[in-house]
């Protein structure tokens, strides 16, 4: 099992932050996906299954815990702590209305937790409740999640950014193109959806967009 520092180094070494969920995989099997963004060297992947029985939910993050040990990647979970701790993942990220963070590190001090954050008392609320990496967005326009305050854009996001003193990634509609524009402005920790789990090729879409994001 890793330690927390060991899972924050792997997290401050990754790039494409892969987040998956079956709904926008064209019909292919999540582990089939994962797989595919393990062999391209993504260093962290997120499960994130709303629609699935707690049973399923746990054995597909069992399979997943399998590839990114293979991998030496981080296995995060969205929302569910339960299923998290007992197949063994790495970490769980928290939305505003998912269980409380502060709450979710006594029942598991040890897990990496990242929160969702659009503004900036989310984001002051989950430093001081010690979240691990912190998420904002969403940047762009997205149809993979509905927040009620919208796309946040570029402007305020650069401007939110200012106000974390822990890793953080940026999410919501982030396309290939904007890389180059993003890594300019300090943004690291890219997460993206579909881009990723609709490309015919995941392998090869991870490669490039892990290549993009080096070469910057």
Known sequence: MRTHQERLAIFQSSDIYPVVSSEFCCGRDVVDIVSAIGSAGAK?????EKNISDAAMFELVKRCRQITDQHN???????RLDIAMAA???GVHLGQDDFPLAEAKKLAPGMFFGVSTHNASEIRKALADGCSYLNIGPMFPTNTKSVA???LGLELIEELKQLVSCPFSVMGGIKEHHLEMLHSKGFRHIAMVTEITQAP????KVRQLRKI???C
């Open 44 to 48: 962290i992947v997120q499960i994130r």
């Open 149 to 151: 305050c919208g796309a």
């Open 88 to 90: 063994g993942a790495d």
């Open 213 to 215: 994001m080096k070469g």
């Open 201 to 204: 090729d995941v392998e090869a």
């Open 73 to 79: 990647m981080l296995l995060i979970v969205d929302d």
